[in-house]
């Protein structure tokens, strides 16, 4: 769909909803694999599931069991029923949406701020605040690697092809790491700030990396060369979030709105207004449909928006 197109199909389509979720801050929002289930972790120490009906969400399932704020989640790639969360309770734990359980708690060593499933399924990878990153095997659900590094790791993630492992630091670098050997390859000098989040596009073309300059940066991911930046923001890119087609590019941060781009050129499609800060995001799999969700109103203004979810998209995409 052509720029000219996708600001119009926003124009006349797109409408926001609200989903009341947790009892407190929301922290992580993400699709599973056929984009029917959306998933959230909050600061209440919760982790909810939703069914997508058409364009409404319903609330399925409650998961408790963590003794701390679930910080980030994420899904299979492809088994449409497991989901994976880290929480700062020192654990991590895999669910399985089907049955409603828990199917394992994996105790690792420090506070989990940070998770990501590999392409191929076989591990997930959770970052900690003393910047350890765990590898656990799905098959086993144990324990295979830990990783210490000697700089502050803030997202990680897989290439699509499984056989690099990309980690964001607090000098403005992205360190990238062969896989499953985690021989280092190269650094790229990405940005004068901290480098915060990376994201892959589902093509495999591009990803981008957020900073706190308040630019994205747009890379080849075949030739490893920034290719252009983003920078409508004002204060730190903190989540980014392809669409399915990898048309698209949601960024958002402090700012009250989230910035929509195109990404073959990086030009605005539109912009979301929101009331208060939003650290993440997660554009459906399958539509040009966002979650996201803000940072509780009550800390600013008293309101009652604690803990929501919220859903922008195309009534007809």
Not at 113 to 128: E, K, L, M, R
Not at 277 to 306: M, W
Request: with cysteine; aromatic share 10%.
């Amino acid at each position: 769909m052509s720029l000219s197109a996708l600001r119009q199909h926003f124009a006349l389509n797109s409408r926001c909803k609200d989903y009341q979720s947790h009892s407190s801050k929301v922290h992580s929002v993400d699709w599973n694999c056929d984009g029917r289930r959306l998933a959230s972790g909050s600061f209440d120490k919760t982790v909810s599931v939703f069914q997508l009906e058409k364009d409404r969400l319903s609330k399925e399932h409650t998961f408790k069991g963590h003794s701390d704020s679930v910080d980030q989640l994420t899904w299979h790639p492809f088994s449409a029923d497991l989901l994976a969360t880290a929480s700062l309770d020192k654990s991590v734990r895999v669910w399985d949406a089907r049955a409603n359980k828990s199917m394992a708690s994996i105790g690792t060593k420090g506070e989990n701020i940070n998770i990501c499933w590999s392409p191929d399924g076989h591990t997930i990878a959770v970052g900690n605040k003393e910047d350890l990153v765990t590898f656990i095997d799905t098959r086993t659900l144990r324990m295979r690697k830990e990783q210490p590094f000697k700089f502050e790791v803030n997202e990680i993630s897989w290439n699509n092809d499984n056989d690099l492992f990309f980690l964001t630091s607090g000098q403005g670098h992205v360190h990238i790491l062969s896989y499953p050997s985690l021989e280092p390859q190269c650094v790229l000098n990405a940005h004068p700030a901290t480098c915060i989040c990376i994201e892959f596009d589902p093509t495999g073309k591009y990803f981008a990396v957020g900073s706190a300059d308040a630019m994205v940066s747009l890379w080849d991911a075949s030739h490893l060369v920034c290719i252009r930046t983003i920078s409508r923001l004002d204060w730190p890119a903190r989540t980014i979030s392809f669409s399915h087609d990898g048309q698209l590019l949601a960024s958002a941060s402090e700012d009250l709105m989230i910035d929509i781009s195109y990404v073959e050129t990086g030009e605005k499609v539109t912009d979301i207004p929101t009331e208060s800060p939003t650290f993440t995001v997660a554009f459906h799999p399958k539509r040009y449909l966002l979650a996201f969700a803000c940072d509780d109103k009550d800390a600013y203004n008293r309101d009652r928006d604690a803990g929501t979810v919220k859903l922008f998209g195309f009534a007809n995409d």
